[in-house]
């Protein structure tokens, strides 16, 4: 079963942006390509129980399973030595990534308290976008009695687009709620 909003970035966007940037072939228009959410996990590397917990909501908001990431290199400041873990990280390709982003849009952003659009300049430069989210009770998968501690997350979209304005034009046309310039 094809994701919804593959569906409407078949049928609506990938025709739409065709014609707004006069692509002459159908294999120029601009695509998703990952979605990579990461979570640093902080204190949580010596706790074992705070670290199963992360990858188990991590899993649950993804569907799939997180990697741990460990240091490259040890950082006295921060108490950290090579080797230790200090995040989990999930990359999301073609149809769980669709999921993942419907369920973005339509769920867990308009929980967001006091949410005014995602910032219009979060692109690199490149056509991909970062957004930081402050905690996982916004995805409704997650129990919010079931948090012992908050966790915030990055999720950083991927696309094929060449410029900011391709991708921005993508975003938008899939539902992503951005702040106008």
Sequence with gaps: MIPRLQEKYRNDV???LQERFAYKNALQVPRLSKITVSMGIGEAHSED???EEAQKHLARITGQK????RARRAVSNFKVRRGMKVGLKVTLRRSRMYEFLDRL???AIPRVKDFRGLSASSFDGRGSYNMGLVEQSVFPEIDPN????TQGMNIAITTTAKTDEEARELLRRMGMPLQSE
Excluded: E, R
């Design 146 to 149: 079931s948090i012992s501690h």
């Design 105 to 107: 849009v339509t769920l």
């Design 66 to 69: 997180p990697i741990v990431t």
């Design 49 to 51: 129980a705070k670290l």
């Design 14 to 16: 990938a025709p739409a």
